[in-house]
C-alpha cells in the first residue's frame, strides 16, 4: 500500500514537472520564434521597402508602388494548394506574359510555322528532288543497325506526338474550336495535355540515347565546313565530300541536343508538377511564365528545323529514307552523298576480305 | 447595367477575415481553395494595411485571354466566370492573373493539376441558377436572387464593398472626402482600366 501510494505520488509530481516544462517551453518558444524574423532581412517588409525608395515625404504613395511592382505582405489564409505566393497582392508579370503568348508565340509562331513550311513548299517546286546521278546498280551498303533505327523512330514517333498535343494547345483555340465545337475541343485538349505531359519524360530519352552513340559521328572536321561552303549539295549542283555524316546532319544533331535537351526538355521537365515536388522548386508565377516561354519558343524553333529534316529525309532526297527504314543505302547514294563514308567501308571491307564484313551487299529485287 | 466590381478600403480593413470564412462556408468551395484572401502590407508595423482580396472580374480579363479552351465568359454584369466542365486545369489563368485569383483543388497523382476555381461573385456558373449541379460546381448564385456577394455583406467595418461600380466609386468617395484621406482604389487601375 504504501509503496503503490509513494508511486502514484512520484507519478503525479513527475506530471506536473513535465506539464510545467512544457508550458515554459511553449512560452519561450512564443517569445523567441517570432524573433527569428530579424534572421532574414531579405525578407523586407512592404513599409522598408518604400522607406528606402525614398524620404518620409512620399512614403505614402511609395507604398502603393510597391505594393503594385508584387512586395510581399502577410497572410493568414494558406490560399490553395502549394502556392507560394499567397502572401503577393499583386503580380503584373501576367499582362506581360499574355502579351508574349497570345502575341509572339501563338500569333507570330504560327505564322513563322506556316512560313516555313510554305518555303520547303517553294523550295521543292523550284529545286525538286536531288536524283542519284547514276542509276543503281543493286548493290547495297549496310549504314544503320536495328538498334540505331529503333532509337530513331522511336524518338521520332514521340516527337510527332509530343508536336500534334503541344501545337494543339497553342492553336487549338484559334483553329481547332471552330473545327471541333468547344465540348469536343476540351475533351481533345485535355487528352492533348495529359499526353503531352506523360510522354514528355519518355522523350528524353531519346536524344540522350542518340547522343551517347551518335556523337562520335557528329564532331565538326574541316571537310563539313567545306561542305557547308559548297552549298551541301542541297543548293547548286554540286557534290562536296562528306563522311558517314554530312555538315547539315550534325547541325541537326546539335540542335537537338542543345535546342531539343536543353532547352526544350529542360523547360518541359521544369513545368511538370511531379518534377517540381521532387525537386522541391517553388511554383511561383514569374517561374511558370519563364519556363513558359523558353519551352514554347524553343520547341516552335525545333519543329521549324525537324520539317527541313523530314523533307531532306523524304520527298527532298532520293533514297534517304531508305537509311534509316531499310538500314541500308544503295551504292550510288552512299558515293554521291557520303562519298569519304563510302571509302571506309570499301577499305575496312577489302582489308577484312571475309564476305560477311560490316558493309554486307544483297541485290534488291 | 450594373458594371459589378470589388473594392477594398484599406482604411478600414481590419484583417478579420470574415469575408475569407463567409465565402468558404457559402460557396463550399474546394479542399484546399479560399476564393478571398486577406494580405496584410507592413504587417505590425505603422502604417499597416490590409487589404482583402479575390478576382476582380477584370474588363480586359488577362486569364480569358490565355486560355486554351477559350472557357471563360462575361455576365451583362461584368462578371467574369469560367465553364469548368471545359476547363483542362492547364493552370495558364493562373499565370497571367495579376490577383492570384485562379486555384486548383488538391493535386492529384504525379501533381496534376484539378479544374481551375476561383471567386464568381456569388453568381454562380454556366448551369442551370441555382441548379444543384451549379452550387457543387461554383457554389451560390446570389446574384440570380438580386443578392450582392457575401464577403462585402460580411464585412464588418465595410471596408469590402461589393456591387456596381459607380455606385460603389460614390460610397468611397464620400468616405475619402469626410475623413480627408487620398483616394486609394486599390487594384482598380490594373483590373479597369477603361474604367
Ligand atoms: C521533354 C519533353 C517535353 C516535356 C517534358 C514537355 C512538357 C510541356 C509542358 C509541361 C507544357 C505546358 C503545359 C502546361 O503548362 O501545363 C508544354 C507545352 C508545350 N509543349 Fe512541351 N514538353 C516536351 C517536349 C515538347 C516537344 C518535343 C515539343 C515540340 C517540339 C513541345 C511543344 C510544346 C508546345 C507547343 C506547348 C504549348 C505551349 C502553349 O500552349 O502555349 N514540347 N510542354
Ligand atoms: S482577377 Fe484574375 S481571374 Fe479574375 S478576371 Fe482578373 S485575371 Fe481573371
Ligand atoms: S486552367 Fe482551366 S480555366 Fe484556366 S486557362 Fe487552363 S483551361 Fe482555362
Redesign the pocket.
Known sequence: MATHKITTGRVRSKRVRQMTQTLALVLVCAMVLPLTGYLFPETQSVTAQAQQATGDANQRSEFWRVVREGGAGYSSVVSSVANPETNTLYNITGQNWRQI?NGL??NYGGWFLFGVVIAIVLFYALRGRIDLTEPESGERVQRWGFWERSLHWYTAS??IA??V???????GRALLIPLLGPEGFSFWAGLS?NI??T???F??LGPILMFIFWVRHNLPTAVDVAWFFKGGGIIGKAHPSAGKLNGGEKVWFWIVILL??GA?????????GW?QEYFGVEFTRSY?QY??IL??VS??L??AV?FGHVYIGTIGSEGSLDAMTRGHVSKEWAKQHHDLWYDEVKDAEESSASPASSSETESTA | MARMKFLCDAERCIECNSCVTACKNENEVPWGVNRRRVVVLGDGEPGEKSISVACMHCTDAPCAA?C?VDCFYTTDDGIVLHDKDLCI????CF?ACPFGAPQYPQQQAFGV?GKMDKCTFCAGGPLADNSDAEYTKYGRNRISEGKLPLCAEMCATKALIAGDGDTIADIYRERVLQRGTRPQTWGWETAYPTG
Open positions: 503568348r508565340i501563338a514521340l516527337f509530343l508536336t498535343t503541344g501545337l494543339s494547345l497553342l492553336f495535355i503531352h505531359n510522354l514528355g519524360p522523350f528524353v531539343g535537351v526544350v526538355s529542360f523547360s518541359g521537365f521544369a513545368l511538370i518534377v511558370a519556363m513558359h519551352h514554347s520547341a516552335l525545333w519543329i525537324f | 490565355v486554351p486545369g492547364c493552370g495558364y499565370y493539376r
